[in-house]
Structures are given as C-alpha cells and as structure tokens.
C-alpha cells in the first residue's frame, strides 16, 4: 500500500520522527503507515544523507533505454525542421537521408513526429468535421503537362502597405510549380503576360483547370467565356472548371497554397519586391528541395517535363471542317444566324463560331473545340452550357472540326 496521497512528504517526515524518537520499532511503524519494511529503510537512509529532499518523490523512468533516439539525430531533425518549419516527418527524414547518405539507421516517421512535439515544434491543429463530398468529374491526370491549374492564392497587403496578388500556375501531375508571381492587377492583361511566358519556356497543356472567377471565366457570357478562355481555346487548350463553392476539386493546388502561405505571407514582406524573392525561393525550394509523399517522395522536378507542344508564334486562325457552318462574330459579340440576332459574347467579339445541325430545329455553337451552347432555330432562344464542352466528349461529331495555325 502507498504512502498517503496528501502531504506526502509532511507523511514521510513524521515517519522518520516517530522512528527516532525510540517509540517504535520498525516493523509496528511500517504496519501503521501502510508500508512495507524495505520501502521504510529506503526513507531513513535517503533523510540521513540528503535531509528533507530525501523525502521527496524522484523520477520513475529508467536510467537506461537503449531504444533512445541520439542526441544527435534529434539535432539534426530539429535544425532540419528550423530550416522548413512547414515540412512534416516524412520529408524531413527524407531530406535527411539525401543529405546524409551514410547513416543507416534512421528513427521512424512517428519517432521524428513526438521528437517535434515534444520540442513544441508542432502546432495542434483544430479539428474539422468531415462530410462526405461527391466530386464532380474532371479529366484524369496520366503524365506531366495534362492539366495545368492556375488560380489567385488571394490579395494580402504587405508591409509598405501595396496590394499582392500572387497568381500560381502547376502542373497537376507532378506537382511542379511553374509560376508563383505578385501580378500587379489580377486582370487579363497580366494574367495573359504571365502565361504568354510560361508557354515559351515550358509549352502548352493540353487542359487548364481553374474556378470560376475573373479573369478565368466571366457568369454572365456564353459558357462563362471570358478573353483568357477565349485565348486558350484558340491555342487548342481544354478549358475545366471546378464547380462553384468546392474547392476540392483543385485540392493539389489549394494544398500548395496553404504552404505557400505559411512560407511567404505569416508574415507578408515589406515590400512587393522582396515578397517576389520570397516567392521565388519558395518555387525553387518546393520544385527542387521539398519531397512529395503523392510522389514516393520524389520531387517535382524530378517528374516535370516540359510540353512536346510548342507555343506557336503567329496568331491562330480557327477553321471548321465540313458539317459545321462558320459565322463570324461581330465587334459587339453578336452573330446573325437564320434571320436571327443572337449575342453570344464580347469575349468572341471578331472571331469565327461554328454551327452543326442537331436536327430540323435545333443547332449546336462551337468555338474552336468547345461547344458552347445550342439553339433554337425556331425561336431564336439561346440555350447555354453551364461549362464548355470538349468535343472529344461528343463522340458523334468528334470527326468535324479542327484547328489551324496560319
């Protein structure tokens, strides 16, 4: 039976005083506090040579433990984890074992993970309750250059009090962060600047993924074309497009951005400038440094190659095959159709639309290689898609139309 919780060392103290006082022998005091003999002896020895302190409780872990982590493994988590306080233990080991390649033994992951928390490296983190979500279907990423995403991480002001918007652009498959840029507007123009670069230095994608805000798509248009899509279209690229309010469906990229966040903006830099060269570094860092568990921990540019499809140099003109009636658009986005006034888009304005006879009444509208809605040649009544439709997805008129560069 164990000393009394309460008071216990006042409980020890009156032990040893009851002992010395000559009263009682050692076994009838032991019987009365509960103790055994040995536990007895072991208090009158310890208050001979350390007093009072002798008394007190010390600690129960064992003097040897030959499963400890080295000491100086956990410097080298520690100061691995100082240079990337966002990476987690399984890219920390791994970054460890490239830069050390001659220990062999390693801790696990779960080792390195409580080694952080009980170094208070680790943050809690709130937990959320999940519901379960039914993902829209977007094309499946087979190689690098597939699907590229793009998206704003969202304004933030930095120290000299100027507005950031950093727009980002990666590949879906390898993760590789092709652009993290502070634009100066978050309008058409510099989003255009910015792709225009990335096209030259690495080509085209076969599909952009994007929400559904400005400048990526306009609510108010014809299949929410806006000039950018219009852009893409014409450079033969897929447009897709997360439904509104799930951003789940562009969750590699959202993932990225919280990092980003983490890394660059808590907090923001004093200025545009020097928070561009902590973009940089955070690009080049997560291409080149940081290892990707959906990637067996390799890096992105380990897996990123550039496009076979080269960004052309001369303005694309969009042609229709027979079967598909082309119209021209005028500069106020209007096109006349079957006696019909019908407008389409600003974002057309100029450019040549194509229409493909359903049945005797109704008329498909395609741009380049996107249907964009159907009309009624009866009425003249417009009927939009909510998206543009691929034509590799109309299998029935998957053979009538192409797209030239002249």
């Known amino acids: 039976m164990p ?5 216990t060392v006042e409980e020890r103290l009156k032990f040893v005083a009851a ?3 000559g009263n009682w022998s050692m076994s009838e005091l032991c019987r009365q506090f509960g103790i055994s003999r040995v536990t007895g002896y072991k208090f009158i020895k310890r208050y001979e040579t350390e007093g009072i302190d002798g008394l007190k409780d010390r600690s129960h872990a064992v003097h040897n433990q030959p499963s400890r982590t080295a000491d100086r493994f956990v ?4 100061d691995m984890r100082t240079d990337h306080p966002t990476w987690g233990s399984r890219k920390l080991l791994e970054r460890l074992r490239g830069r050390y390649p001659t220990v062999k033994e390693w801790p696990a992951a779960s080792t390195v993970t409580e080694i952080l928390r009980r170094a208070g490296r680790i943050q809690p983190r709130r937990q959320r309750r999940k519901n379960p979500v039914k993902v829209y279907p977007l094309s499946h990423v087979k190689d690098p250059n597939d699907v590229w995403c793009a998206d704003f991480k969202g304004h933030f002001t930095v120290g000299n ?3 950031c918007d950093p727009l980002t652009i990666s590949d879906a498959h390898s993760r590789f ?3 993290c840029e502070g634009v100066k507007k978050a309008n058409t123009e510099e989003v255009m600047r910015v792709f225009t670069a990335i096209f030259r230095e690495n080509g085209l994608p076969e599909a952009i993924r994007t929400d559904n805000g400005t400048p990526f798509a306009t609510s108010q248009a014809l299949a929410g074309l806006s000039r950018l899509s219009v852009w893409w279209l014409k450079l033969a690229i897929r447009l897709e497009r997360i439904r509104p309010g799930n951003p789940q469906e562009n969750g590699r990229h959202e993932r990225m951005h919280r990092t980003l966040k983490q890394e660059t903006a808590l907090p923001a830099r004093s200025s545009l400038r020097s928070q561009q ?7 080049f860092v997560y291409n080149n440094e940081r290892p990707h568990e959906a990637l067996s921990m390799k890096c992105p540019v380990e897996i990123y190659r550039p496009s076979r499809r080269e960004s052309p140099e001369r303005p694309l003109v969009v042609e229709y095959n027979t079967g ?4 021209k658009v005028s500069d106020e986005g209007v096109a006349y159709y079957s006696g019909f006034r019908i407008f389409l888009s600003s974002a057309l304005r100029n450019e040549t639309v194509g229409f493909e006879d359903i049945d005797e009444r109704h008329r498909r509208i395609y741009f380049a290689s996107a249907a964009l809605g159907i009309l009624d040649a009866f009425t003249g009544k417009l009927l939009h898609y909510k998206n543009p439709m691929a034509i590799s997805d109309q299998a029935v008129v998957s053979d009538q139309i192409g797209l030239q560069c002249k």
Do not use: N, V
């Open 161 to 163: 009090g100027q507005r």
């Open 324 to 327: 598909i009636e082309p119209c």
């Open 19 to 21: 002992l010395r006082s």
């Open 177 to 179: 962060l092709l652009a």
């Open 277 to 283: 060269e902590a973009f940089d570094r955070f690009r």
């Open 75 to 78: 410097r080298m988590i520690l």
């Open 3 to 7: 000393w009394k919780e309460i008071r």
